[in-house]
């Protein structure tokens, strides 16, 4: 649980689920997250070799995130709870 269980790091997991994203696209489909938030938050998801990172060489800078193939085995349980909060909270 210590590598999921924050508020914030299945959001970022889920949204990586259909690929790789820009860092400031991925920040946008989280609202709430701070830029200090989500920069602890992907670094703890790259630490635990949960997401992975990637920077191109191009002006401006441009880095990239997706799942490893650890952070992609998770996707039965995200999507299970995206089905069971839909249930539970289908207004939200």
């Not at 946008?28 to 790259?46: A, D, H, V, W, Y």
């Not at 299970?80 to 289908?90: A, E, F, M």
Request: charged share 25%.
């Amino acid at each position: 649980m210590h590598l999921i269980g924050t508020k914030w790091k299945p959001l970022v997991l889920f949204h990586l689920l259909d690929g790789a994203l820009r860092s400031g696209v991925l920040q946008k489909k989280i609202p709430g997250i701070s830029n200090k938030m989500f920069t602890q938050t992907i670094r703890e998801l790259e630490k635990d070799k949960l997401v992975s990172r990637k920077v191109y060489p191009v002006v401006p800078p441009k880095v990239e995130y997706k799942l490893t193939s650890k952070g992609a085995s998770l996707e039965n349980i995200l999507r299970s709870l995206d089905s069971w909060g839909k249930k539970v909270y289908p207004s939200t």
